[in-house]
């Protein structure tokens, strides 16, 4: 099993069932057998993490999910930095690597229908609380719909969607671009990349992991994520409107967005509706 943790450390938590491997159907693989590949995930959790997000507080268990190949290569950079002594250098060689989270809700067993958002990361918006797009919000009130919805459900936070699959530093040039008069596509394609370059393949397997088949409802406004996941199997879904963080400051970027396909009224847009 890949991982640059330290061999028996390793062992010890496979054993207790915390670290833990799934193929791309969210088929668990037993430990010893050989799973290699680049559409294996290895898992660690639950781990439980009291969560306070303004004024309320919510309980999930959290767990860290990071594809086979990406540690594949930590791993064998790992080895040799041990050979070298050159522990310091693991704080760079980690933060290459796109680690997503799920976080759930409630009890899995007893889900039937449960609440889903699949959300991108944005720091600026949910760390750093940007109004010039609603993630911060959208993440906020997806957890707290979630925990009080019955029997609870599942957030995926997918690390590596950062605007929207382009990276932060793209990100940053397309807000400049965007501030000379560009909407938030026009901006990617000037860059010469892609509206949106998501990959669902990973929230795919875990969504087939943690639901085991069962119908879900997601959190979105986006069609499109509806297709996405269906093009990697995934099936039952009923949209859930998730309309949250209007501001002054983000009205033109959700218009584009609506313009691309999200569906948002102007009542939405006009009364405190978001998208994602
Ligand atoms: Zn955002």
């Not at 930590?74 to 989270?101: C, K, P, W």
């Amino acid at each position: 099993m890949f991982t640059y943790i330290d061999p028996t450390v390793r062992e010890r938590l496979a054993e207790q069932g915390t670290l833990f491997q799934i193929d791309r159907d969210g088929a668990r693989i037993e430990p010893g057998s050989a799973a290699t590949g680049g559409h294996t995930i290895s898992i660690l959790g639950p781990i439980p993490l009291p969560l306070r997000l303004c004024d309320i507080e919510v309980d999930v268990q959290w767990f860290a999910c990071v594809r086979n190949t990406e540690l594949g290569k930590i791993e064998e950079l790992a080895d040799d930095l041990r050979a070298q002594d050159g522990q310091q250098s693991f704080a760079t060689l980690a933060s290459y690597m796109a680690v997503n989270s799920v976080m759930v809700i409630g009890d899995p067993a007893k889900w039937n229908n449960p609440l889903v958002r699949v959300h991108s990361s944005c720091l600026t918006g949910d760390v750093f609380g940007s109004q010039r797009c609603e993630c911060g919000p959208q993440m906020q009130t997806a957890l707290a719909r979630i925990q009080s919805d019955d029997g609870g459900g599942m957030l995926i936070y997918m690390s590596g969607h950062e605007g929207r699959g382009i990276g932060l530093w793209a990100k940053a040039a397309t807000y400049l671009l965007q501030d000379s008069g560009e909407d938030t596509y026009q901006a990617n394609r000037s860059l010469g990349l892609p509206d949106d370059s998501r990959d669902f393949s990973d929230s795919a397997s875990l969504l087939k992991y943690f639901l085991r088949g069962k119908p879900f409802r997601l959190l979105t406004n986006n069609p499109k994520k509806v297709n996405d996941l269906g093009d990697f199997g995934i099936g039952g879904i009923t949209r859930v409107k998730h309309v949250t963080g209007v501001t002054d400051s983000n009205k033109r970027y959700l218009t584009a967005k609506q313009g691309w396909g999200h569906e948002l009224s102007e009542e939405d847009l006009g009364k405190g509706g978001g998208s994602d």
